[in-house]
């Protein structure tokens, strides 16, 4: 279900595309003269895969990241002639699949390995080789690459286009498993000399040039979020998340609001009802802090008031008289870091925008979207 304009919301999204690229470039600047890729799996972090894939590209971007076929399928429609990897590798039986849309998996066992070479088409579409130096998830083990570059045979039959791996820990920058990683990874491509090679996500950027060999592949801070606490990652916001209030009532002293009675008034209370809630990944758990959980509204914060529910939040605008049915209240954006509700929430950035429902109607400003 996609929200379209004309369907009475009662949240919705706002996305910058021209912030978007301008972090995406930010990020890139730094990594010069490394090739910026993108990547765009879970829909573009949530923020809409076909506008996100659009704007890149015309920002310059060739080469993009998904993590399974479905993704990499509707930006193939979106992106003709983008490069296209796919993260999750060769899912068993989908090299077909893959071929027909030109997209490269990032082959991540010898068991793909052979899968691909015995069920890919004689025509040979490209591949990536994916080396595990310490995540244990995804990858060849680097004694595997390294027999694997003595076949030559088979490498040639492979002909990867790239080959990657993916750092732990890079938003603790002085983490020595970072430079381990590093170190791995660069005995590895030294055994495949003529391929490209690509390490770093959005915080690996900021480790220094060493981490950066031929290509980068920001995720997180091009959407505007940071990889970790205390990362210097100056992105600039790119979604605001609102919701509507849907009504405005009277509260009395002693009054409980909302479910389980969390909350107990111990005045006389403006209370505004917004048509928001954990169904639309604002988090159940943010209303328990740490932290005074927040919105704005009217140019001030209102504090969050008793449980988040399914579809709906409550907020005390006691203090703010011109609160009136109708506003809008930033959940996050530019006056309420998404950052700071992934801390109430007591997750990161990353799982608060993947995890924008799809009630929220979608608004993509800043440069056109198609
Ligand atoms: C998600 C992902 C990235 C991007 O990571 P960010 O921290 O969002 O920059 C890069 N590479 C791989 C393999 C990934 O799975």
Known sequence: MMIDQDTPASGRLTIDLNALVGNWQAVGASATPAETAAVVKANAYGLGIEPVGRALWAAGCRTFFVAVPAEGAKLRDTLPEADIYVLAGLLPGSAAFLESRRLRPVLGSMAEIAEWLETRS???????????????????????????????????????????????????????????????????????????????????VFLGSNYHFDMVRPGIATYGATPGPGVPVPMKP????????????????????????????????????????????????????????????????????????????AIDVTDIPAVQRGDWAELFGPNIPVDEVAGYSRTVGYELLTGLGRRYSRHYIGLPAD
């Open 238 to 313: 790119v979604v605001t998340a609102e919701a509507q209030v849907i009504l405005v009532r009277e509260g009395r002293p002693g009054e409980t609001v909302g479910y389980g009675a969390l909350a107990s008034l111990s005045r006389s209370s403006r209370i505004a009802i917004l048509g928001v809630g954990y169904a639309d990944g604002y988090h159940r758990r943010a209303d328990l802090g740490p932290g005074q959980p927040r919105v704005f509204i009217r140019g001030q914060s209102a504090p969050l008031l008793g449980r988040i529910s399914m579809d709906l939040t």
């Open 122 to 204: 004689s025509t040979g579409s490209s591949c990536a080789l994916h080396v595990d130096t310490g995540m244990n998830r995804l990858g060849l083990t680097v004694d595997e690459a390294l027999t694997l570059s003595q076949q030559t045979d088979v490498v040639e039959a492979l002909s990867p286009s790239l080959i990657i791996s993916h750092l732990v820990i890079s938003e603790e920058q002085d983490n020595a498993l970072n430079a381990t990683q590093r170190d791995r990874f660069a005995r590895v491509r030294s055994a495949f000399p003529h391929i490209k090679a690509s390490l770093a996500n959005s915080a690996g």
